[in-house]
């Protein structure tokens, strides 16, 4: 499986991006597909997540309500809508999938990882 993350940028406070991660090669393999980030100097960390029939989805706490993650499996893509986004949310974020149940937030976990792309966000 190869990913391909996009969709990162520089925006104000309080405005919104869309993330999106193209998958391609076995993609029925996929069970989960999330988003991670990774802020300067810190580790990185879980986003969100959402099951390959996308009837299951999961948040970290720091983006509930603000950010929605959502699919379509006819392109194999997976989006990362971020809205009310804050100087807390700069980070580089990485689209990651697993062929398994389990662990959501685990890094360890994932089999896959896309290249990261960069969101700034000035307050």
């Known amino acids: 499986v190869q990913l391909q993350a996009s969709g990162g940028g520089l925006v104000q406070a309080g405005g919104s991006l869309r993330l999106s991660c193209a998958a391609s090669?076995?993609?029925?393999?996929?069970?989960?597909v999330s988003w991670f980030r990774q802020p300067p100097g810190k580790e990185r960390e879980f986003v969100a997540a959402i099951t390959r029939s996308g009837f299951t989805t999961d948040y970290a706490d720091s983006v509930k309500g603000r950010f929605t993650i959502s699919r379509d499996n006819a392109d194999n893509t997976v989006y990362l809508q971020m809205n009310s986004l804050k100087p807390e949310d700069t980070a580089i974020y990485y689209c990651?999938?697993?062929?398994?149940?389990?662990?959501?937030?685990?890094?360890?976990?994932?089999?896959?990882w896309g290249q990261g792309t960069q969101v700034t966000v000035s307050s």
């Open positions: 990651a999938t697993k062929r398994s149940p389990g662990s959501t937030v685990v890094v360890l976990s994932y089999d896959y």
């Open positions: 090669g076995r993609t029925v393999s996929i069970y989960r």
